[in-house]
């Protein structure tokens, strides 16, 4: 079954790419998220020539949703229409903050003109459109927002202690999700 996509995949950047020297393609991993729900936006430019200079990359505004660029990109070689491409990804996470359709605008990429005075050359990817689902009715009352999974530990530095010592207690979360969206515990008080 991967095999199939592979192929399905790259007959859809064969005809994309249509014998042209550079060629951007955008992709999401989920079409129709949940809002508040992690989605890894791809960018995929193709180059057959190696362009003077240095190319200017413009992510989208990602309107709608929080969103965050991963600071590795990954770079490969693949054959596409009788002709051999280098291939740069650029991934944002994105997380939808609104149920609803989120358009995503192009990404865009600059190159710039070669010494002889030849023009630079605009490269766009496609807009994509995310089908955004509410959130499940029945969440729980404490429920502030954050989805994903999520995994948080607890240890305090003093195993024993006497009263009146001071004690420190660290608080470990970690998982899948937007943590940026997980709010402060709320610590019972103290029981006199």
Known sequence: QNVRLESFQQM???????????????????AAPYQGEQVLYTLR????????????????????????????????TTQAGGRNYLVTELQHVLFPMV??????????????????????????????????????AGAPASFQGAVGQFQMESAVEKADATAGDAVKQHVLISGNGNIEQIAEPVWADDAA
């Open 12 to 30: 859809r950047v064969e005809a994309g790419l249509q014998g042209q020297d550079y060629y951007a393609e955008a992709t999401v991993d989920k």
């Open 99 to 136: 149920a609803g359709e989120v358009v995503i605008d192009p990404s865009r990429l600059t190159l710039p003109g070669d010494y002889l005075g030849a023009p630079g050359i605009e490269v766009a990817s496609q807009s994509l459109t995310l089908d955004v689902q509410p959130l499940p």
């Open 45 to 76: 430019f193709y180059r057959a020539l190696d362009p003077f200079g240095r190319i200017e990359y413009k992510a989208p505004a990602f309107n709608g949703a929080w969103s965050k660029a991963l600071p590795d990109q990954t770079d490969y």
